[in-house]
């Protein structure tokens, strides 16, 4: 996986790495260079030392330290932790099931399935979507009269169906079911690009010597899949967690805050109730979760690299 | 033999069901677009409309400022775009042929700039476009967008150069051609197809982006087409189904025809990405 690229044609430069950039390309790595630098690192690190004010809007008195008090009062702040561990259950929630139901679809994908290229454009719309217009089309798709899922369940005699999205019990799995939904075409396309690189040779061999398919998946395709579903589910997790337009416009949170993730928690926090200081904070603390994850993944990663 | 048609047949079966879950969404939304107010007042909601009508849309762009919007979006889209791979490519060349320290670590920051924490950046970005006067406005959105844009664009951009063989240029060099002369003449034409591929995916990711969007633009004059989407919702949550449908269709069109057009691309782009990394 990794470091493929040392040494192969096209590494130009020879053994590189003892200059920071080579002679005479500095001009052109400055207009991408700066407006990172300006737009992304400073903001972050502007951001990790608001934490430590009580910065809010619309104050006329100056901005002033106040050490990790932000971070004690976040210590105490149920509601947070409420919309944390809701965060943590979505992602979860909508992690497993998109990475299995991808990794059927990519399955099926690589067969040579008639109908295939229907699936194929089908699995790209969701991702080709506004996040808005995703949101906007399942509440049509779950409002409780006029919508086809009550409906179906009505024609199905199963019942008179019910308000999904206001239902204190209903709400989170509904918007998860969302999330996989709107998730699924980067897992299935990144899980399709591992399976087209097994070699095909393996897979005849295997079934040749009278493999059945589920020890050909465990032998000859997971291993090969495992960097590629190992670094999707991670990202996806990232991405999850960090999710806001879909159950902003989903449930804006509601019912009873059954759904308000840690974003929108954030987001209303800030731009609501004018607490930069207090919502940055918050962002710190969703940050190192995350840090953390990424740390499991990389850990994961070098395990997986040894094992291979 | 038997096992394996059985085998097919569940296949195909698991396929029907996919097809399903990722298509009935979308047909929804359609046929709520084009329904007549008393079919969707109806209590049994049908899946074809019996009297397809464009009221909806005709409503829509009444009572939101749909065209003014959708030229705001055009504008944060294709102006996102175009700044993302101009200053981009050159940044993805160095990246792809020097292997410096610089080199390495925009790599590494395209890693990390994938699991970004928006719910940290934002409230800097917020004060310092609010210093610069440029909230509220496109202009302040689009810079914001282009950063936003850099990690995947500069990912996608490194796979293009790579895919440009180091003996063209070689070759050009020997030749007499200057470094600059055997970019412009001999790298970028083989590159264009690639640049514009990245440059509508960041097209798409523009104009279809909400958080910023809904943070740094104001008044409704300066919106953004999927914010606007949002007002047809309304304080309660309770909304004009066949308006909300009709708006929210259009505004997918344009990010459905360009995916269509590139999707090879990206997913190509995406595979090799994935593949390489």
Known sequence: MKRSARGAPGGGDGPGGGRLVDHGAWFLVLPALIPILVLSVGPLLYGIALAFTDSQSGRTEPTQWIGTLNFQDLLHDTLFWDSFRIGLLWAVGVTIPQFLLALGLALLLNENLRFRWLARSLAIIPWAMPEVVVGIMWRLVYNPDAGILNETIRDLGLGEGRDWLSGLATALPAVIVVGVWAGMPQTTVALLAGLQNTPHELHEAAAMDGAGAWRRFRTVTWPALKPVALAITALSFIWNFNSFALVYVLTNGGPGGRTRLPMLFAYEEAFRYGQFGYAAAMGCVMVAVISVILALYLVGRLRGGEDA | MRTRKSARASQYLALLGYLVFLAFPFLWLISTAFKPPRELGSLHPTWIPKDPTLAN????????????????????????????????????????????????????????????????????????????????????????????????????????????????????????????????????????????????????????????????????EKQTLPVVLTHFLGAEGVADLGPLAAAAFLATLPSLVVFAVIQKRITGGMLAGAVKS
């Open chain 2, 57 to 220: 849309f005709r409503q829509a762009f009444d009572e939101q400022p749909l065209l003014d919007a959708a030229l705001n979006s055009l504008i944060a889209a294709v102006g996102a775009a175009v700044i993302a791979v101009l200053i981009a490519t050159p940044m993805a060349y160095v990246m792809a042929r020097h292997r410096t320290r610089l080199a390495k670590a925009a790599t590494g920051w395209v890693v990390v700039s994938q699991a970004f924490p928006f719910a940290l950046v934002i409230i800097p970005l917020f004060l310092v476009l609010k210093n610069l006067r440029l909230i509220n406005s496109v202009a302040g959105l689009i810079m914001v967008y282009v950063v936003w844009a850099l990690p995947f664009a500069l990912w996608m951009l490194v796979g293009y150069v790579r895919a440009v063989p180091t003996e063209l240029e070689e070759a050009a060099a020997v030749d007499g051609a200057g470094k600059v002369r055997t970019l412009v003449s001999i790298t970028a034409p083989l590159l264009a197809p690639g640049i514009v591929a990245t440059a509508l995916f960041a097209f798409i990711s523009a104009w279809n982006e909400f958080f910023f969007a809904l943070v740094l633009l104001k008044t409704p």
